[in-house]
């Protein structure tokens, strides 16, 4: 089986992803900024205590993990990019 990489788009994508990410992680805190502002701690409904709760639980483990994950993928590539170059020489 043959297997074409284009080193330099496989790169911009992971490139992309990177920014991606961190466009995203600063929306996230900007949102969480507001939804602190806008709910703040100590209002005593229960719409505000599970909304808050509810952000609050997504927010330090759902987002981070997502992130993580799209981390991962961006150097997941480079690395394949990077073992098929190696690959190639070798052959």
Known sequence: MNITINPGAATDDATQIDSLVQTMEESMETLNNAIKNTIPSGI???????????WESYYTADVPAAMEDMKLSASNLRLAV???LQYSREQ
């Open 44 to 54: 005593q409904t229960t719409w505000s205590e599970t909304v808050r709760e509810n």
């Open 82 to 84: 990077e073992q098929a």
